[in-house]
């Protein structure tokens, strides 16, 4: 991992909201992303909310990222992209079985007895 001229956090970056079991074993991020995330995350909401101001050419560099004025660079930037999208982006959620409560009520060939284990 490359290092970055970005300020460490006092404490380790964690999101039990959206990530109850953490960063590594949410699946969705890589182990870098996941040590860059609880490493620099608390510093990048901070300089993403206002509450930090840029201390350095990468934090301002990272909050132009956060504003859209520039494209994410480094694994930083795109960590954090991932994050964001994550987190505050809507999931999609599927299922394996269709809408239709019970399918009898939708087939007029459907028959119990077609379906009798026991018999």
């Not at 795109?78 to 009520?105: C, I, M, P």
């Not at 007029?108 to 007895?113: M, T, V």
């Amino acid at each position: 991992m490359s290092t970055f001229d970005i300020r460490l956090s006092a404490k380790p970056f964690i999101d039990r909201q959206k990530f109850p079991y953490g960063f590594r074993k949410s699946g969705d991020f890589s182990i870098t992303e996941a040590d860059i995330l609880a490493k620099y995350g608390r510093t990048l909401l901070s300089l993403e909310n206002g509450e930090l101001t840029p201390a350095s050419a990468d934090e301002q560099h990272f909050v132009s990222f956060t504003k859209g004025q520039v494209a994410a660079t480094g694994s930083l930037e795109k960590a954090w992209e991932k994050y964001v999208r994550l987190a505050r982006g809507k999931r999609h959620f599927y299922t394996l079985h269709s809408s239709a409560s019970n399918q009898a009520d939708f087939d007029e060939d459907y028959s119990e007895e077609d379906f009798d284990v026991a018999g």
